[in-house]
Every structure is written in structure tokens, then in C-alpha cells.
């Protein structure tokens, strides 16, 4: 009797932004210089983690950077021989392969296509955190570094997080584990305390300017700098603004928490059916509405803002849940409105 064939899953490269190079491709990290020192001193001092929880916002470098420690790990090792910036040149044996995703030396773990359904999954399961157990007890390659990406690791269920745990409880030699994470917040006490941390900051709008420049030279000088300010600090988010429809998401995200105190319901069920017929509509406002709020907390600084931490989780979770599982945007959109409203009733205006 043939065996049976085991289906391939389909990752589906969610943090890349259409028209640009996927972070396994990039080479520039811009405006996190103190982490990467930090991570550079610990890799070429022959002394780094067993795991690193890179966290911060979306579309600040977290991935990129991620991938950087990973090339020069598959390049030189925990060795001095690299650069100090942890630059890998771009015709590098390892860097080749991590661009094209064939390094044996990599894994790479993110939500994926159900092979039943064709839809994203919710969640990234224990079957796909367990795929790490077989990966690690590999020989290691040329290189002798074993290095695996988890992106993001907030989307762990409870099944997969204790998977991670035992994983980080027992660290194999000569491997890395690099979370990526967006709320860090969200993940067991027990992982976050196992895990070394690079908190990367929002970056500087100036930075965000001259990389639009560079990539988008047709904008002028004041489309670039509504870009910096819409992006909140995410040149990620910046780059998907500049396409489609994504300065008119923004301005509906604005308004939506403008309005929490007097939300216009007709206004945002209309808004709502507009964004369904959008590709990635649902996704790409969830994202600018979560970067706005989070935006406005860090402006109001030290007055009452814990009401305004919690919608802002909440929204996360109900946008995440929703992208998943292609449920109504009208009731996602009205619950956000709800949310953003108890948050105005609470603690004041944003």
C-alpha cells in the first residue's frame, strides 16, 4: 500500500507589502540602531540567547531585523568574522538561499492557508509550533546554526504556547529562536521570562521621509510627510498607505475614534459595505485604526489611558479574529465603534 502524500502548507506572506521586498530580502534597517548594537554584541561576543522576542509595532522592522540575525548567523555563526552591523554581502552563499526561503538552516513558522479550506488560518497551531521539535534536532548545516522564525508569536493558541514553553525549557545547542511579536503582552509570563527582548521603537518621521524618497521618488515633499504622519511611526504602514486605498482607510480610522463619543452608525454601515469590496480592506483599516489609537496613547502620555489600552486590545483581537474568519465587516466595524465609544465615556476624548 503507497504511503500516504503529506499536503504542503501554504504560508502566505502576510508581512509583505505589495510592491516591495519581503523583509527575508531586505537589507536596510532603518532607526533601530540601539537594538541591533545590542543584538550584534551578543552574536559576534559568541554569547547570544537561546531566544530573542523582537517586539514593537507593526511595520517597524521587526522582521527584518529578524532576518538579518538569522543570515548572519547561517553566514558566520556566533563569530566576530561578519561586520559589526551584522551585514551579510547580498552574493552570499546563505543569503542567496534565505532570500529565496531554501536555507535548510532556516525555518520560518506563521499562520497558514488550511489545506481543507483554502482560508487563513485563525491561529498558529500547536501542529505547526511542534514542526520546531523535528527542525532543532536536525544536523545543523554548514554554518552549524539551526535558526527559526516565529511570526507572529501572538498568534499562538494556548496548545502552541506551552509547545514553545517546553521547547524554551530544554534549548537545544546552536539554535536560535526569534519571536516576532506585536503585543507582547499577550504571550504566558513563563515565555516572555525565557526569551531575551529587542523592543524596537516607533521610528522618527525624518527617517520615514527619506526612505519614502528613496522608494517612492514620484511623491513630493508634502505627500511624504502626510504619509510619515498617517503611518504613526511604521514605514510599513506608510509604504501600504501610498497604495490603493489605504490614505482613505486611514481617514475613515481617524475619524472613527474622532467620533467615539457621537459615532455616525448609517455612516460607518455604509463605510463598512465600501471596505468588503476592497482587497484586504478589512485587514489594512483594522491595522491603521489600531496604529491611530496607539498613536493617541502614547500622546497623552501619563493622564488616564488604561481605558483606552484595553479598547485598543480589544480591537486587536476582534480585527485578527475577524480577518480570519471573513466575518461582517458591518458588526466588526460597529463593535470597534462601540469599543471606541465606552473608552471616550470612561476616560475622556483621544
Keep these: 500500500m503507497a504511503a500516504k502524500r503529506s499536503r504542503t502548507v501554504e504560508i502566505v506572506e502576510t508581512d509583505r507589502v505589495e510592491g516591495f521586498a519581503h523583509p527575508r530580502e531586505t537589507v536596510r534597517l532603518i532607526g533601530q540602531d540601539i537594538v541591533l548594537s545590542r543584538a550584534s554584541r551578543a552574536i559576534r561576543g559568541g554569547r547570544p540567547p537561546q531566544a530573542w522576542l523582537i517586539s514593537g509595532p507593526p511595520g517597524i522592522g521587526k522582521a527584518t531585523l529578524a532576518y538579518r540575525i538569522a543570515r548572519y548567523l547561517l553566514a558566520y555563526g556566533a563569530t566576530d568574522a561578519g561586520a559589526a552591523d551584522l551585514s551579510v554581502p547580498?552574493?552570499?552563499?546563505?543569503?542567496?538561499?534565505?532570500?529565496?526561503?531554501?536555507?535548510?538552516?532556516?525555518?520560518?513558522?506563521?499562520?497558514?492557508?488550511?489545506?481543507?479550506?483554502?482560508?487563513m488560518m485563525s491561529v498558529l497551531s500547536v501542529a505547526e509550533i511542534r514542526r520546531l521539535g523535528g527542525f532543532f534536532g536536525m544536523t545543523s548545516g554548514a554554518g552549524g546554526w539551526r535558526v527559526a522564525i516565529v511570526d507572529t508569536a501572538d498568534d499562538m493558541n494556548e496548545a502552541a504556547a506551552n509547545a514553545l514553553l517546553k521547547l524554551l525549557e530544554e534549548p537545544p545547542s546552536r539554535a536560535m529562536l526569534l519571536l516576532v511579536s506585536n503585543v507582547p503582552g499577550r504571550l504566558l509570563p513563563t515565555i516572555r521570562s525565557r526569551c531575551q527582548r529587542l523592543d524596537l521603537r516607533p521610528l522618527e518621521a525624518d527617517g520615514i521621509d527619506a526612505e519614502l524618497k528613496q522608494l517612492l521618488p514620484e511623491l513630493d515633499a508634502k505627500q511624504r510627510a502626510s504619509l510619515a504622519r498617517l503611518g504613526g511611526g511604521s514605514l510599513g504602514m506608510a509604504l501600504t498607505l501610498a497604495g490603493g486605498e489605504g490614505t482613505a482607510l486611514a481617514?475613515?480610522?481617524?475619524?472613527?475614534?474622532?467620533?467615539?463619543?457621537d459615532p455616525d452608525i448609517p455612516g460607518l454601515l455604509a463605510f463598512a459595505d465600501k471596505m468588503n469590496r476592497m482587497t484586504d480592506g478589512m485587514e489594512d483599516f483594522g491595522a491603521f485604526l489600531s496604529q491611530s489609537v496607539a498613536e493617541r496613547i502614547r500622546a497623552r502620555a501619563a493622564t488616564n489611558v488604561k481605558p483606552w489600552i484595553d479598547a485598543w486590545e480589544q480591537i486587536n483581537r476582534s480585527?485578527?479574529?475577524?480577518?480570519?474568519?471573513?466575518?461582517?465587516?458591518?458588526?466588526?466595524?460597529?463593535?470597534?465603534?462601540?469599543?471606541?465609544?465606552?473608552?471616550?465615556r470612561r476616560a475622556g476624548a483621544i
Design 90 to 119: 547580498a552574493n552570499a552563499p546563505a543569503a542567496l538561499q534565505l532570500a529565496a526561503g531554501s536555507h535548510p538552516g532556516m525555518l520560518v513558522l506563521k499562520r497558514a492557508v488550511n489545506p481543507d479550506t483554502g482560508k
Design 251 to 261: 481617514a475613515e480610522a481617524d475619524s472613527l475614534i474622532e467620533r467615539a463619543g
Design 319 to 344: 480585527f485578527a479574529r475577524s480577518t480570519a474568519l471573513h466575518l461582517d465587516p458591518r458588526q466588526t466595524v460597529l463593535g470597534a465603534s462601540r469599543t471606541l465609544n465606552a473608552a471616550a
